[in-house]
């Protein structure tokens, strides 16, 4: 929650500043009607706690202004406003309310209750009577900053649930990262690029649970920005473009394997002619929704690069099916047939419309005799692979195979990749 408080006594807004913080609010204070205004025209707040008393002007005419201002725009004519001052007559307050104020006090006043009145106000602007908020299996009580989910209580810092509130009060609206800082921070903070999607992340009990962990949250932003029409940003100093999710049938770009090529830190040890020889000999595959891209128990001779779209590895064991992982643009797949001519351990099923190219074993085994560096790599991806694999189901997974000394050395040995060039 932004809160701007309108006060020239620097006692009294400090005062307000430290025990609105302590509530989880982002504070900015303005001494005067012309601060106040700047700060109105630079960023959207959700409440203006706002003194009538100023030293440039009546506070009346700073709420004139906003409850005038046009829509859309800065300052946000619905904005919650708070009138706190020393004027305790009855026709000051009813003046104050019928000005377009939603809420009076009177100078001195209790913090706890001021703390009570804005969250009243906050309330009210969202459209809810109740004092807790329940999404889904998820309860939050903003009175005394706590969550629970499914009847368990969950452990989040004072920045973690104030993400979380935020993103609860906006439903069903998505928030871009810049909304959600202009509602976090103030301006006295200086904000990392990455300050959001550190609160982003996620806790689970047990690494048996992260992959369901990664995958809900995986899921519920990749709907919610299909549903808004957003468009999917690329990876931080990554080259490959934003892909709009075109029409399956669009023309791809002549430069789409080479593009996809130089965003994956896989092949960034190749040159620009060992890049362009590989992309020309790429083959591009279109799945449909709900298509198969590879099958359980058979090998893959070619490495799989997504480019668009998001897959479900799932593998079927009897009458059950088990959900090993989820793979997305810039995720490669088919390394175990490549490298190993090991079978896949479960189905890849499209979740989405998927696109992705195909690089072919003879062409790749080239590669990797000049470049074995890169090879090495596809062996340590496996071996992760595999082991995380392991804490689904062990039939078949033994330590030694899935030791990536072990797996460098069988590779060596199948791509006849001489010692000497091995670093």
């Known amino acids: 929650m932004r809160v701007l408080v309108v006060e ?11 025990n609105l913080r302590q509530q989880g609010a982002a504070v900015d204070v303005a001494g005067s009607m012309t601060a106040a205004w700047a700060a109105l025209r630079t960023e959207p707040f959700d409440v203006m706690l706002l003194d009538l008393g100023l030293p ?6 700073l709420l004139r202004r906003v409850r005038g201002s046009p829509v859309p725009g800065l300052p946000d004519p619905s904005m919650s406003v708070l009138i706190m001052t020393a004027r305790d007559e009855v026709a000051s307050r009813i003046a104050g309310l019928d000005m377009g104020a939603d809420d009076y006090v009177v100078k001195p006043f209790d913090a706890g209750e001021l703390a009570a009145r804005i969250r009243a106000l906050r309330r009210r602007s969202s ?17 005394h900053r706590t969550v629970s989910r499914g009847g368990a209580s969950v452990d989040l810092s004072a920045r973690e649930f104030a993400v979380l509130l935020t993103l609860v009060e906006a439903r069903p609206r998505v928030l871009s ?8 921070y103030n301006f006295d903070q200086v904000l990392d690029s990455n300050a959001i999607e550190f609160e982003l992340s996620f806790r689970v009990s047990g690494l048996g649970e992260a992959t369901a962990a990664r ?34 049938d669009a023309g791809k770009h002549p430069n789409s394997a080479w593009r996809l090529l130089n965003a994956i830190p896989l092949f960034s040890t190749l040159t620009e002619d060992e890049k362009e020889s590989l992309a020309a000999d790429m083959k591009r595959l279109t799945f449909r929704k709900d298509a198969l891209i590879a099958t359980q128990d058979t090998s893959l001779t070619s490495l799989m690069v997504v480019r668009r779209g998001v897959a ?29 001519g090991a079978l896949e351990p479960a189905n890849i099923r499209a979740l989405t419309s998927v696109v992705v190219y195909e690089i072919a074993k003879d062409h790749l085994a080239a590669i990797m005799q000049e470049r074995p560096a890169l090879a090495e790599e596809l062996g340590l991806l496996l071996s992760r692979r595999i082991e995380s694999e392991k804490h689904h189901f062990s039939a078949g997974v033994s330590a ?8 460098t050395t069988r590779i060596r040995h199948l791509f006849q990749i001489p010692h000497s060039t091995w670093s």
Do not use: W
């Open 127 to 143: 459209g809810r009577a109740n004092a807790t908020f329940r999404c889904g299996e998820i309860d939050i009580d903003p009175i």
């Open 312 to 340: 479900v590895v799932e593998r079927k064991e009897g009458n059950e099916t088990i959900e090993l992982a989820r793979i997305a643009p810039g995720d490669l797949f088919g390394e175990r047939g490549v490298l190993m």
């Open 56 to 61: 440039d002007a009546d506070g009346s005419e």
């Open 177 to 184: 990262r810049a909304q959600i800082e202009a509602k976090l």
């Open 215 to 248: 995958n809900e949250v995986y899921d519920l932003v990749y709907r919610h920005i299909k549903a808004s029409g957003l468009q999917l940003a690329s990876p931080a100093g990554s080259s490959l473009p934003p892909a709009a999710d075109p029409p399956e």
């Open 400 to 407: 030694e195979a899935s030791h990536p000394t072990t797996l």
């Open 8 to 18: 020239d006594d620097e006692g009294i807004a400090e005062g307000l500043r430290a």
